[in-house]
């Protein structure tokens, strides 16, 4: 093996302590303090192996290999830092430090690839702070929306003072913009979050697409009342309307199992929350995934009739507004392909997966080729403080990572 197995675990054990809750918890909130710490241990391990680093006006700490052509497409290969407020050790965390391991080792090994390498962390992939992820991926490629600075987190902190607070510099997005045609591929390791390899028993495998996200927000309103004395049929209940979205929400998505087609309510905000006050209004994220766009499509449709139908049922007004719709994406063959001879050079049969979750990747093959590499966690479970991969599978996949950089950079 040629990375370092011992170093890629102390990584982790770093990491793992920076934003920890419980015994194996981790809320590392995007453009936080605990970011900016972890951004730091990061930065040195990659500066400690001779890349340069840098923390853009996004908020994105990127470290750099250079390469013999400087003018040649890069390769960029990373994940996220930031967690979920109730989250593990490894989602995105997996896909930063094993880059860093792998680059560094390149490095170290004294190989000069022929194009630069960029190891990359990207910020907010998590979404939950400002209800708007993907944020440091969109950046680079010029694909922030307006209003995305004066969006709140729960503590009322606009995305615009975090960033300023994180040393960034707004006036600067344009400057640290990937021209077009400047990202050659995109490749990223990820935990699996979810139980296929697991039930396979296979600590490796390959990404063959990813699924389409359709993120939305609604907000129901109707009228608030004292709970003794309004009567059933005049009653204008916005959570009992949220209570049959969320009803529709599970129906629709279910409607075409065992398609991969998946819908979640994951959040509901009621006003004014008295127990003896009939609820006035609901806030509330819904979802959908799938990476067939025909069926999500479909979805959506359905789900907007509901809406209409239940809104109109109680007397209730609504808004529903799109927060992230993007479109699902599928590897390139040709790295799909590198992949797999990296994994058959190690004696690893890696199976081909679709990644229902959605990542930084989905963002990058909007313009360049992409792939992904996924490691076995146990149970399938993430987005939770049980979420677990070994430090044996971790190694394993990163050193399928350092085989395919060093193929796709033509060492």
């Not at 370092?4 to 303090?33: D, W």
């Not at 708007?132 to 680079?140: A, D």
């Not at 960034?168 to 699996?192: M, Q, V």
Request: glycine residues 10%; hydrophobic residues 40%; charged residues 20%.
């Amino acid at each position: 093996m040629n990375i370092n197995p011992s170093r890629l675990q102390h990584y982790f054990e770093v990491s793992s302590g920076i934003g920890k809750i419980g015994e194996t918890g981790m809320c590392r909130p995007a453009h936080s303090a605990l970011e900016k710490e972890m951004f730091m241990h990061a930065k040195g391990w990659m500066e400690a192996a001779g890349l340069t680093v840098r923390i853009d006006s996004f908020g994105n700490l990127i470290g750099r290999l250079a390469g013999k052509n400087p003018d040649a497409p890069i390769l960029m290969t990373g994940s996220h830092l930031d967690t979920q407020p109730y989250g593990g050790r490894f989602d995105g965390i997996s896909g930063v430090l094993c880059a860093i391991e792998a680059v560094c080792t390149i490095a170290e090994q004294g190989i000069v690839p022929e194009t630069n390498i960029d190891v990359i962390a990207f910020a907010d992939e998590e979404s939950w702070r400002f209800n708007k992820g993907l944020f440091g991926s969109r950046g680079i490629l010029g694909k922030l929306e307006p209003g995305e600075l004066q969006r709140t987190d729960k503590d009322g902190i606009t995305r615009e003072q975090a960033l300023r607070d994180f040393g960034c510099d707004i006036t600067r997005f344009k400057d640290d913009e990937y021209a077009p045609g400047t990202i050659g591929s995109f490749l990223e390791l990820h935990i699996e979050q979810g139980p296929v390899l697991e039930k396979l028993n296979k600590p490796v495998g390959i990404v063959s697409g990813i699924a389409g996200p359709l993120l939305l927000s609604l907000s129901l309103k109707g009228m608030a009342g004292h709970a003794g004395s309004v009567p059933m049929p005049l009653r204008k209940d916005a959570l009992l309307g949220a209570s049959k979205v969320v009803v529709a929400v599970n129906e629709i998505a279910s409607q075409f199992t065992p398609a991969p087609t998946v819908g979640t309510v994951g959040t509901l905000d009621v006003f004014p929350s008295s127990r003896n006050i009939i609820p006035e209004s609901v806030r509330m994220t819904i979802e959908f995934r799938d990476i067939d766009m025909g069926r999500r499509n479909t979805c959506e449709s359905q789900l907007r009739e509901a809406i209409a139908a239940i809104a109109q049922q109680h007397n209730l007004t609504y808004e529903l507004t799109v927060d992230t719709d993007i479109k699902s994406s599928y590897c390139a063959d040709w790295i799909k392909d590198t992949i797999r001879e990296s994994c058959q050079e190690l004696g690893l049969d890696a199976p081909e997966l679709v990644s229902g979750p959605f990542h930084d990747a989905l963002v990058m093959s909007e313009t360049c080729d992409y792939g992904m590499i996924f490691v076995r966690c146990k149970d399938g479970i993430s987005h939770n403080p049980l979420e677990y991969a070994s430090y044996e599978d971790l190694a394993l996949g990163c050193e399928v990572l350092y085989q395919t950089i060093l193929k796709m950079v033509n060492v």
